[in-house]
């Protein structure tokens, strides 16, 4: 995805949803953005990839609405902390001990 995309999808959510979640605050939007996970690992654990597909979409919309309301740039965020290298070990693909 280019970065343009994200910034894209990010003023979108905040066109769509915006007043809304400003209304509801960010303690709840975290709160939907973890409830979307969660739900991800169901679809996934029912190894069901249209379900899961959906959840991948919710995700990206709650982290985008929690990124508007905290004044945060996705996209630009992203890019600076994960550039064309692995930021610990500056190679691409990462040569990082395995977690
Ligand atoms: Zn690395």
Redesign the pocket.
């Known amino acids: 995805m280019e970065n343009s995309d994200i910034k894209r999808f990010q003023q979108l959510m905040e066109e769509l949803y915006g007043i809304r979640d400003k209304r509801r605050g960010i303690e709840k939007t975290l709160l939907w953005l973890l409830t979307e996970v969660g739900e991800l690992m169901k679809a996934y654990l029912k190894d069901d990839i249209t379900e899961m597909k959906g959840e991948v979409a919710d995700i990206f919309a709650w982290l985008s609405s929690t990124c508007n309301l905290l004044k945060i740039d996705l996209a630009e965020v992203s890019w600076e902390k994960y550039p064309l290298n ?6 691409n693909p ?3 001990p395995e977690l």
């Open positions: 692995c930021p610990k070990c500056c190679n990462c040569n990082c």
